[in-house]
Nanobody, 117 residues
Framework: QVRLVESEGGLVQPGGSLRLSCAAS????????MGWYRQAPGKQRELVAT??????????DSVKGRFTISTISRDDAKNTVYLQMSSLKPEDTAVYYC????????WGQGTQVTVSS
């Protein structure tokens, strides 16, 4: 069984920074991609950033230059993906979901990020 545990989001002022983490554990075989999606109220879930097992990254245009995705893989089969968010804007307010792709897709429970003064 695969488990994705996300760090807590929070309330951040515009222009501020926040780092999210997501630790994946369990029976994980052949990781293809890890990443982050987000869903704002009344909107569809959208891609934020992904990183492949080979290190190839993909970012939504709206976050390019502001967000950075990275991963750490450990021998004990725990894989963690990070999302460093900088220069946050009110439109970044959303529930952020961790994503893991192996032979199927896995999702975290979601963590709220609110950007507001």
């Amino acid at each position: 069984q695969v488990r994705l545990v996300e760090s807590e989001g929070g309330l951040v002022q515009p222009g501020g920074s926040l780092r999210l983490s997501c630790a994946a554990s369990g029976s994980i075989f052949s990781i293809n991609t890890m990443g982050w999606y987000r869903q704002a109220p009344g909107k569809q879930r959208e891609l934020v950033a992904t990183i492949s097992i080979g290190g190839t990254t993909n970012y939504a245009d709206s976050v390019k230059g502001r967000f950075t995705i990275s991963t750490i893989s450990r021998d004990d089969a725990k894989n963690t993906v990070y999302l460093q968010m900088s220069s946050l804007k009110p439109e970044d307010t959303a529930v952020y979901y961790c994503y893991l792709k192996t032979f199927r897709d896995y999702w975290g429970q979601g963590t709220q990020v609110t950007v507001s003064s």
